[in-house]
């Protein structure tokens, strides 16, 4: 399929270059073609213009011309013109500077500029003829002055050859170019295909499991049709799990096929991401507690602040076990306090519903993989202009050779699958997508066996509640996202 589109592709850049380098060199080849014989016509010209004069007045005289009576001294005087011709009312030859040219020099009455070959001389003239006359317009003489131009013509001749050479040596380089350009623009495309490819096959078997299995417990009530509802309520459970799931993963599908033809359109808004954070641990809090995990209070490092009426209740992180015994770890904030509420860092510009679904995506990622009795943390830290958003777990962790793949789409490692049936592969991928729109990073530190770490860098955005009112940006913020 892509080999003709290749063959295609390669063919339309080599012509269009070929095109643009015959355009180049013609018009190059005949700018020097024109510049050459504009040079050589000026040269007869103004040879003639102060001979001509004196020539005909002494024809008028019925003088013999002095100048070319010492033809050394005319040959001097014009050392570029070949030869110089000085022919009576007949048009024979009265003088010449060089008489085994100007016998050969065609004739005519009639003044102009013409290009002439000698074969018997082997040169190529460029001629200038003057017809003379007198006062009555009668014919008293001609004036001719030729100018060996055969080097004139070699050089462009050459240029000739140097540019069909480097036209044919540009030919085989743009054809070798234009494969390998077409290779390099055709990777992607082929890449998106085959990834295309990969997610219908793999969609198509996440969807049908669900439906397999609804179909099986339908299948399993009907064939109890002398019993009641209660008596079929765990099939009917099971197909209701089944349901909920199919309507998760339609939505992710949605979401990422969204974002692919960039449908997505984000509610862009000053976000303040504390409440994001404190919302989904209360949210999963429960969940942890029914799985024996320990999921303690967010920990939160504000900015630094010189306001003396920020005060906070401290809690050493060592006890919290979310940073060790750093120097930073010393004043971490557990607990949101109406100072914190008021100066609000950990403001972020960017679409609420989306940020939430984020932290949601790895909140639920690391409850789901840690074991019984492990630990799953949220850390929020803002550092200067940097709001930093940390997802750790003591679960499954993840190994060095799987950590660049997690992100894509429907991919599970095998400690994943083995440990639980119940994801796509998709929530990650939906992670970065939101982290990208909103022009963040997000990245992974893991160990197998100790545990996960996700972290989310995003953009902070400073508000002024007392100048701008509640939820307002700074006059000196813009209206695009910052990141």
């Not at 085989?172 to 055709?186: K, M, P």
């Not at 607990?335 to 984020?358: I, K, N």
């Amino acid at each position: 399929m892509f080999r003709s589109t290749r063959a295609r592709l390669t063919t339309l850049l080599v012509s269009v270059v070929l095109l643009l380098y015959a355009i180049a060199a013609g018009t190059i080849y005949l700018l020097m073609v024109r510049l050459t014989v504009t040079n050589e016509n000026a040269l007869l010209l103004s040879s003639a213009r102060p001979l001509v004069p004196a020539v005909r007045a002494s024809l008028n005289e019925g003088r013999f011309p002095q100048e070319f009576v010492d033809l050394r001294l005319l040959e001097k005087l014009f050392p570029r013109l070949t030869t110089i011709v000085l022919r009576d009312a007949a048009g024979h030859v009265l003088a010449d500077t060089n008489s085994t040219i100007g016998g050969q020099l065609p004739y005519n009455a009639k003044s102009g500029l013409q290009t002439i070959s000698l074969p018997k001389s082997h040169l190529v003239l460029r001629l200038y003829s003057v017809p003379l006359k007198n006062a009555y317009g009668q014919t008293i003489g001609g004036l001719q002055l030729a100018l060996n131009v055969s080097k004139d013509l070699a050089t462009l001749t050459q240029l000739r050859r140097i540019v069909l050479s480097v036209g044919l040596a540009g030919g085989v380089a743009a054809v070798i170019g234009g494969l390998y350009a077409s290779s390099r623009a055709l990777r992607p495309i082929v890449q998106s295909w085959q990834e295309q490819q990969r997610f219908v096959a793999d969609a198509s078997h996440e969807l049908r499991t669900p439906l397999t299995v609804m179909a099986a417990n339908l299948d399993v009530v009907f064939s109890h049709s002398g019993e009641t509802i209660l008596d079929n309520l765990e099939w009917l459970a099971n197909t209701r799990e089944e349901i909920s799931r199919l309507s998760r993963l339609t939505n992710h599908l949605l979401t990422l096929a969204r974002a692919d033809s960039n449908q997505v359109v984000l509610d862009v808004q000053p976000v303040d991401l504390f409440d994001i954070v404190r919302d989904v641990h209360e949210s999963f809090a429960i969940l942890a507690e029914a799985k024996g995990i320990q999921f303690p209070a967010p920990t939160v490092f504000p900015a630094k602040s010189g306001s003396g009426d920020r005060t906070v209740a401290l809690e050493s992180a060592q006890a919290n076990g979310a940073f060790g015994a750093s120097d930073d770890a010393n004043t971490a904030l557990v607990m949101e306090t109406d100072a914190v509420r008021e100066s609000r860092p950990f403001a972020c510009y960017g679409d609420a519903a989306r940020l939430r679904q984020l932290i949601v995506i790895l909140v639920d990622n690391a409850i789901k993989y840690t074991p019984e009795n492990g630990r799953v943390s949220l850390t929020l830290t803002q550092r200067r202009n940097v709001l930093k958003v940390a997802v750790s777990d003591t679960g499954i962790g993840i190994p060095s050779s799987q950590q660049k793949l997690i992100f894509g789409r429907f991919y599970r490692s095998d400690e994943a699958r083995t440990l639980s049936s119940a994801g796509a592969g998709l929530g990650l991928s939906i992670a970065r997508f939101i982290v990208t729109m909103h022009r963040g990073k997000i990245s992974v530190t893991s160990t197998p066996g100790k545990g996960s770490t996700f972290t989310v860098f995003l953009r902070a955005y400073a508000l002024r509640r007392e100048a701008n009112g509640p939820n307002q940006p700074s006059a000196s913020s813009d209206s695009t996202l910052p990141l």
